[in-house]
């Protein structure tokens, strides 16, 4: 793992990028924002959204360099050297391993040891460092939001800026308590990140931008460009729609429906926006409750919220977190 020193020598003539994958309400673009801003040179940081709706995945990027040419860029992270991931389930959705050169690091809000994540990954040269940001979030500041634990774990590993720097910026972005349980948040991180080091140095040359590099305009082929994407809507060639989309998976709790407690009086089936409440008609031709359909709830914990009589409970996802080596046995 390079010192702050040697970062800081790696900055003077290369970008270092950076990229955030998310969901969305979650605060990955936040956490692309916080890193420029607590940044002591250049920086940009730009969002990737799809379909912008809360749940959804997101990318955010972010080059840093101390030559103000290298980082005149509008163009996506393709080549990331630290990739931070703000929601485990997302590991097994999104490629965030794309692009990640040999000796790169993955940070991962997950309670999974590193090895475990390197063979879901399919990636063994690169780095992994993980830290259980969704208990601390929910402890500190009483709601899963990871984005500013993410860059706690990412202070230990990367030395691109302080903690006091990062208190900074979060204190011109926040106000009082707030900033504060953030900044408490971000020490806890740091000591609570576990890390799985290689041992294997970083090219940092790559995805580094050739200082105020330009396209010429009129360039052959320019002109039978597809003047907009193809979308298929045939189910026929590509099944679509969302009640095939596994957005269960989008939450970090499990939704809990007990049969002997509920009394049917259907006000969690009504008030449920992904229509996850099943229900069965019996033989009296009456609908009765059946139980969560975990495939599409999110859990956004409505039906909770209603139930009067408290059939319906919650838990945790994750379990307990766990590293792959100890760092008192080497694992620094």
């Keep these: 793992m390079l010192t702050a020193e040697q970062i800081k020598e790696v900055l003077m003539n290369n970008v270092i990028n950076l990229r955030f994958h998310a969901r969305g ?85 997950t309670v999974m040891d590193q090895i475990s994540i390197q063979d879901v990954v399919g990636r063994k040269d690169i780095n992994i460092a993980t830290i259980d940001a969704t ?46 349980k953030n900044i408490k948040a971000i020490k806890q991180a740091i000591e609570d990140t576990c890390v799985y080091d290689m041992g294997t140095e970083i090219d940092f040359s790559i995805d580094t931008k050739v ?35 596994m957005t269960g998976s989008w939450g970090e709790w499990e939704i809990i429906w007990d049969s002997e407690k509920c009394t049917d009086c259907a006000q969690c089936w009504y008030i449920c926006p992904d229509f996850a409440i099943l229900r069965v008609k019996g033989e009296d031709d009456l609908w009765h409750m059946a139980g969560i359909d975990n495939f599409h709830c999110k859990s956004c914990q409505n039906c909770i919220n209603i139930c009067p009589v408290d059939a319906i409970s919650k838990q945790l996802k994750q379990g307990p977190a766990s590293c792959a080596v100890p760092e008192d046995q080497g694992g620094e």
């Design 135 to 180: 208990n601390i979030a929910l402890d500190v500041l009483g709601r899963n939001i990871t984005n500013t634990i993410i860059l706690g774990a990412l202070i230990r590993v990367s030395h691109l800026f302080t903690v006091n720097e990062l208190s900074d910026a979060i204190m011109r972005r926040f106000k009082g308590e707030i900033a504060g």
């Design 211 to 245: 200082p105020w590099q330009q396209v010429k305009p009129g360039l052959p082929g320019y002109k039978d460009v597809d003047k907009a994407g193809v979308w298929y809507c045939d189910e026929n060639v590509i099944p679509y729609g969302s009640s095939q989309i």
């Design 25 to 109: 309400g979650q605060g990955g673009v936040t956490a692309s924002n916080l890193c420029v801003e607590a940044f002591y040179g250049y920086g940009v940081c730009q969002p990737l959204f799809g379909a912008e709706r809360m749940g959804s995945p997101t990318e955010s990027y972010v080059r840093l360099s101390s030559n103000e040419d290298l980082v005149r860029s509008n163009e996506q992270v393709y080549g990331p050297h630290f990739v931070s991931v703000l929601d485990p389930s997302l590991l097994g959705e999104i490629n965030v391993t794309a692009g990640i050169p040999k000796g790169g690091w993955l940070i991962v809000n």
